[in-house]
């Protein structure tokens, strides 16, 4: 991660969503196997296990500065470990992956006006021009071309599910500007895990009184690894040190990769080819991207 390339904000906001695609893939297919609480459960742990040896020393050392930003840090912990994948997970048990990849893709339009609530951050009108590119390029994908199939999206329980976790997703991008000083990205990660897996061990103990298990085949276990890895540590740190770089808005504005990068991965695991709309949609979301990062660059130059 020291090649130049790779210290890019925008390769590393890139690698999240790409990450963060496959976790979308991977959860839709478990879904008869995992139970959703349990599979955000066994996620965090197996993160948090992985994590904790290499940041308890700079937890311990910084345990002042814990107790003296424990709310925002228990907010964070809330929103980003305990509520988002969880209710994502419930959504995609009740609801299409069409429906969900819209509402995935929703994200970027919620953070604008929470920035502006919160931080009285302002939005340059060609971010706007920018987000509403993209978002009609993620329309193109998932109504396959014919944008009156938007139209005809019934929504139920599941889409209401998700609908809330993508406003608490933007509401956690926002709040990273909040994030106390001090911490690297994993310590980071194992202090909002400390305060958001307890309330999260509350929720999975429901599910279990409820009756739900996980069926443990050779194949759940090596699902619940990948959660545990790839788009919770990996994917964490990219998008955290994105936002730090670029600020949530123009942040956000990446999340409308995960149905591109959605596509590419049923290309080459499930053999299902791209259509002409595919590639319609990933131009208008490439050329969003760049018109909302534009002043970025040039600030940059």
Request: charged share 10%; aromatic share 12%; net charge positive.
């Amino acid at each position: 991660m020291n090649a130049t390339g790779w210290r890019s904000p925008y390769v590393l906001l890139s690698l999240a969503s790409l990450l963060w695609a496959g976790n979308m893939v991977v959860g839709r297919g478990m879904r008869g196997d995992i139970p959703p609480v349990a599979m955000a459960f066994w996620r965090w742990t197996i993160a948090f296990v992985l994590v904790l040896p290499f940041t308890w020393r700079t937890l311990w050392d910084g345990r002042d500065k814990i107790l003296r930003d424990w709310r925002v840090l228990a907010l964070l912990g809330f929103v980003g470990i305990c509520c988002f994948n969880t209710m994502c997970y419930i959504g995609l048990t009740m609801t299409t992956a069409t429906n969900g990849t819209l509402f995935n893709s929703i994200v970027p339009v919620f953070i604008p006006p929470i920035a502006w609530m919160i931080l009285k951050e302002r939005t340059r009108a060609v971010q706007l021009i920018g987000i509403g590119c993209s978002l009609l390029g993620v329309a193109v994908i998932v109504a396959e071309g014919d944008l009156r199939k938007i139209a005809a999206l019934q929504f139920n329980r599941g889409d209401v599910w998700l609908l809330a976790a993508m406003v608490l997703w933007a509401l956690y991008t926002v709040l990273l500007r909040f994030r106390p000083e001090g911490f690297g990205m994993l310590p980071f990660l194992a202090v909002i895990l400390l305060f958001g897996w307890p309330m999260l061990a509350v929720w999975y103990g429901f599910e279990l009184a409820s009756g739900a298990q996980v069926h443990l085949t050779l194949r759940s276990v090596a699902a619940m690894a990948y959660f545990g890895v790839f788009p919770s540590i990996v994917a964490f740190v990219c998008y955290n040190r994105g936002v730090a770089a670029v600020g949530p808005t123009r942040a956000g504005i990446f999340v409308h990769l995960v149905p591109v990068f959605g596509i590419l991965l049923s290309t080459l695991m499930l053999g299902e080819p791209p259509h002409l709309f595919h590639f319609v949609g990933m131009a208008l979301i490439f050329a969003g991207i760049v018109a909302a990062n534009r002043t970025a660059v040039r600030g940059h130059a």
